[in-house]
């Protein structure tokens, strides 16, 4: 079987795309550091001006990076609008880069890169230009447009880029999302949404020895809710939930008034959200101790990205792809979200897990496998390609 083209193409620039890799590896770029975020940006920024794309930055205030946005313009006005998505931002502190700079060496055999961020995911994001790089110089843009978002956030919830990616997927036909994919022949097709919960409890303080009656302990409460909201974990199918935070009281001598106790909830599916909040509510509307008041809040959630007819269509094209190039794709659901869940959370048919193939993301021993990332970069051209190829014969995802 002859080598795929883009496969060909690929493995001929895996020299630049490695010193392209180690100079944005090398480069701080935890959500915090906006400067660094801002550097890979920039330097991202003249890789898509050097392809002819049309770039902007949606600057952000003092506390993240800006979001980088480029587009392409194709050669079909009634082709596909395409939106590719990938992050800037990783979870290492300042300084991480001096420590451990990008490297290439074995492990059990098999050649790998490592630095902090390298899979998750600068890989993923040089993966997804120099595919695109491939596809422009094969004269192979038969869609409408091609938008590819670099956002500053994701690793923190994508707080400042969830509206402009939003924006951007509605106004697209179909997301393409370059996480890691861990493994050759692996895409994700589900993520769980995730929920964060606070339960509070208001209580009345007083003198722990000399008028302990006249104090409701508010920690004592908590207590009481913590055991009854664990206990809802593994009862509501494909849903988790996990207490993970929990404070309260400020001396020994004095009766607390108030504690609180942070919560993780991951879903399946909405219905699965709606009914672990219902059954969190529960819980809550019933203080064990007279005198305290419990209050459930909600914060950050992100929709669950879950499987729908549209994006099974997307995945069956992926899975052609990857029979031109000898692999059976796999499509498996992930328990952590990404900015997948916002896209497909709007109903704009996604696929994520596009990236680069590696292991123990968001450790300090974090890598890719160099050997896969021709492949892994030809299977996003091939997508692209196809999905251009079914548009071009009237069908719609």
């Known amino acids: 079987m002859p080598k795929n083209i883009f496969v060909e193409r690929a493995e001929e620039l895996m020299a630049s795309f490695f010193a392209d890799l180690q100079t944005v590896v090398n480069i701080d770029s935890g959500t915090y550091l906006r400067s660094g975020v801002n550097q890979v940006g920039q330097y991202l920024q003249q890789r898509f001006q050097q392809m002819g794309l049309q770039t902007c930055f949606d600057k952000q205030a003092k506390e993240y990076g800006d979001h980088l946005v480029a587009v392409h313009t194709g050669t079909n006005p009634q082709g596909p609008r395409l939106l590719l998505v990938g992050h800037m931002d990783t979870v290492f502190p300042d300084g991480e880069a001096l420590r451990r700079p990008f490297s290439r060496s074995y492990l059990k055999g098999v050649e790998i890169a490592k630095g902090p961020g390298v899979l998750d995911m600068k890989s993923g994001l040089l993966m997804g230009i120099y595919a695109l790089r491939l596809l422009i110089e094969a004269q192979a843009v038969d869609y409408q447009t091609l938008t590819f978002v670099c956002n500053s956030d994701e690793e923190i919830g994508s707080p400042s ?65 913590v055991v009854a909201l664990q206990a809802i974990n593994g009862t509501i199918p494909g849903a988790t939930l996990n207490v993970g935070i929990i404070r309260g009281g400020e001396r020994t001598n004095i009766v607390p008034d108030y504690a609180y106790c942070d919560i993780d909830v991951r879903v399946r599916d909405r219905a699965g959200l709606e009914a672990i909040e219902a059954a969190m509510q529960r819980v809550t509307v019933h203080p064990m101790l007279d005198g305290t008041v419990i209050t459930l809040s909600s914060g950050v959630k992100n929709a669950p990205f879950e499987r729908t007819a549209a994006s099974q269509q997307l995945v069956q094209l992926v899975r052609e792809v990857g029979t031109t190039l000898g692999l059976e794709i796999e499509d498996v659901s992930s328990g952590g979200a990404s900015d997948a869940n916002t896209t497909a959370g709007l109903g704009v048919p996604t696929i994520d897990g596009l990236g680069a193939t590696g292991g123990l993301a968001h450790n300090p021993d974090e890598y890719i496998e160099v050997e896969h990332l021709p492949m892994r970069i030809a299977l996003i051209c091939g997508l692209i390609q196809h999905v251009c190829t079914y548009y071009r014969s009237g069908q719609r995802l």
């Open 161 to 225: 880029s969830r509206a402009l990616i939003g924006r951007l997927a509605q106004e697209s036909d179909a997301v393409l999302v370059l996480e890691p994919g861990r493994v050759l022949n692996r895409i994700v097709s589900a993520r769980k949404g995730i929920a964060n919960y606070r339960v509070a409890v208001q209580g009345l303080s007083s003198h722990a020895g000399v008028e302990p009656d006249k104090g409701r302990n508010a920690i004592v409460e908590l207590a009481h809710q």
